[in-house]
DNA sequence: CATGAATGAGTATTCATTCAT
DNA sequence: AATGAATGAATACTCATTCAT
């Protein structure tokens, strides 16, 4: 029976979760132009990320960003029109960062077996390092997504999930290593889920059974239990 | 509440998402007397746990539970003491139902394969129809879980699970069907994600793809999947 | 040729504009209960009304409102809903007034030139004393009357004066008093457009011809002028 | 001006009103130079006479009026100072028109009769035809006409119907056609409500009677019955 | 002459909560 | 036990105006 990482109490964060990322935000001392739009929107939008993610759409209070910002909160409104204009800002954003990263993978270059692992990985990884993503997805959620559904390239980026996923099914078929019965939105689901569940819900998770599913020591067991779960769970049996 | 000249500009919840389960707030006209602090605060409840799990904590407004009640605000203050009180109330009676219905299903009397294939359906059918339990646990991770830590009741309910888990895996490792390098808190994990992760974000998962993954005619589909899905995952491979 | 009353200059206010009236809104010593719910939403109405017809809607400032009663801003929100509520009710109740007064005339049990005589002088005197009421009528079609369309009372209450002058023609022409080729809303056009404008437009007038409609010395004159200018129209010639 | 991720609520102005006369702001085509002063300044004014007239002072939005410009914002600062200069130019652009036309009817050359109905038909026409001149005199009277008080040009401007008028009384007088007792100023006024009324409070007036005072089959009756209501009243009775 | 970016002081509105009855 | 009235502190948003280029 393997070992048990009890949590350290107290650690959990109502308040932001840098991420370990370093903020880019800070204007760096060389290129500091007065008037610098493209600085000021995406150091605006880096802020707001981070609070709504923190604390929801509801939450988020639009003095507590500005107060963050190196600009007012006049400005604020001058490029985003409103909280909400704001808070779809952060979403497209998110999710567009997401699935570039995906097609970076080359996948389709890999052998599918090979292919699968690392879109697993790759999905786990971003998961359990991008919490802000995962938080926002779970706000989102809560709303209904009619933020999300107003957001127009949103659905175009994210097909490219599923055709990645409808790649790797065909050629494992093929090569006779993947069973043919598989639907690729459904795999893509249990994908998600398995990736995003114990980020999303690690609080709650944490104080039911004194275990915190994000610790660093559980991320590689996590890992590799999903990647062979995946991997089980699309092999061809004989 | 007199607003007499105001023009309504679309208030009210957001979705009252009913589960298709009729709600039993409305009091019947037959046993009802003048006075009934019990079924007050059940109804009180009731509305909370619809407009929390609609809106989240802090879209949540005590006006709106108030006005959807057959009592007034000054009430709900004087059951639940504050909105956060209000909030701690409905958590409790929600994480309650999951786990004593667990214990009905008598697992440790079935054959090890058949009992976790009897525990994953029951976890996913729970996941499927108790929709407000599953935005509430959302919502409460958004808020680090600190609520949910403060309800006595609920660390001790939630070890059961656990147990069974655990009894499952020694026999079916006795039996020679379950391999025997799994953590039983980890496949909880595991199982959870499954069935969580569809309802809970079905929504962006619907704008996403174009499919609600909570409609009915996927839902064999889904469950059946999963349970494949565990049942690979645990089999002894030869 | 007559008399001219020069303006005194600087005396044309921008500011309230108390008409002489007593304001009827400071508490009575005796009556008076901390709460009085009937009361706070007269106090509120009163002030509304001096501030819309002095300020116009939007340079109404809530604030400025608020700090005049003797409750604060909340309760304005609490009983109207909204600044365009308040002043949606402001308009209910400065229209309601004019007709119920003008019913209260008995003109029906007059002879037709009488009764048309003491229509055109309780016009003349009404606009002439109610510069609130004028001013926010004045407001009202600068903002296309989307206000007043939206109260339900409106319209109901101003066919009244209609009926009234329908009858006094049709009893005129019985009589062989009044031609009868008239058409009663026209009519009352015109009564109107020669009680309204000389307050409604005073202040440019003022200025242009260096002598104020409004002037006490010469209200008697216009009074006379236009009811005899009405007469005249109306009579038969032979 | 950027306001991408905004959902726009129903902005712009309450009510273009465009008179049905071609505006006359677009650019044209051929005789386009690339900085042309007055034609830029001319630009600003007809949008800023558009919105003042529609929206009044207060409820006009300077960046409104600067987005429907050929330029930008900073430039209507640069040729006129001040929202209020703005406005004010507009008036004395507007108040110039009425007086200039109404010198070119000659009206001293006709008969008296003639020359009052003439009179009156001008003014008739006038008003109903400028409703942006209406509503700018009825913006001005709510705010107590303190700015075209600053107008240098609006004093001299306006005696020239006093004079029009006391010759034509006199002529009449002099003809035996008209009475003796009657002030130029008050009979100005008197026209001046009857035309001017039923443009300026068309909308309260429409929707309280059903009946819209401007709608062309209107127009001739109503021009009909004003000049006969003036001519009833100015002539001599026997 | 012309412009996009930036701003501080306002401005309407909302919210959880308590008081007086 | 129950209630309508009342409130202060926030909260999202707007506006006329100016700066830097």
Chains 1, 2, 3, 4 share one sequence.
């Not at 995406?42 to 500005?66: C, P």
């Not at 800002?89 to 699935?99: M, P, S, T, W």
């Not at 006779?176 to 980020?199: E, T, Y």
């Amino acid at each position: 029976m393997p070992l048990e990482y009890t949590m350290k109490k107290g650690s959990k964060a109502a308040e932001p979760d840098t991420n370990g990322i370093p903020s880019d935000t800070a204007p760096r001392a060389d290129a500091r132009r007065k008037y610098d739009p493209e600085q000021t929107k995406r150091n605006i939008l880096d802020v707001a990320t981070q609070e709504f993610s923190a604390m929801g759409l509801t939450g988020a209070r639009v003095d507590a960003i500005a107060e963050r910002t190196n600009t007012t909160k006049r400005m604020l409104y001058y490029y985003f029109g409103s909280k909400e204009g704001l808070y779809q800002a952060v979403l497209e954003k998110v999710y567009g960062d997401i699935r570039a990263l995906e097609q970076d993978l080359h996948i389709s270059e890999l052998d599918p077996v090979e292919g699968m692992r690392a879109l697993v990985e790759f999905t786990f990884d971003y998961h359990d390092r991008q919490r802000d993503f995962v938080r926002l997805v779970t706000i989102e959620n809560i709303h209904g997504a009619k933020y999300v559904e107003q957001v127009k390239t949103f659905k175009g980026r994210n097909v490219t999930v599923i055709h990645t996923i409808e790649d790797l099914l065909r050629r494992g078929i093929e090569a006779g290593q993947f069973r043919d019965d598989l639907d690729p939105i459904d795999l893509h689901l249990m994908i998600s889920s398995l990736c995003f569940h114990r980020v999303g819900n690690r609080h709650t998770f944490g104080t039911a059974f004194g275990r915190d599913p994000s610790h660093p020591r559980l991320r590689a067991r996590h890992r590799a239990m999903i990647v062979d779960a995946v991997l089980r769970f699309v092999r061809k049996e004989d």
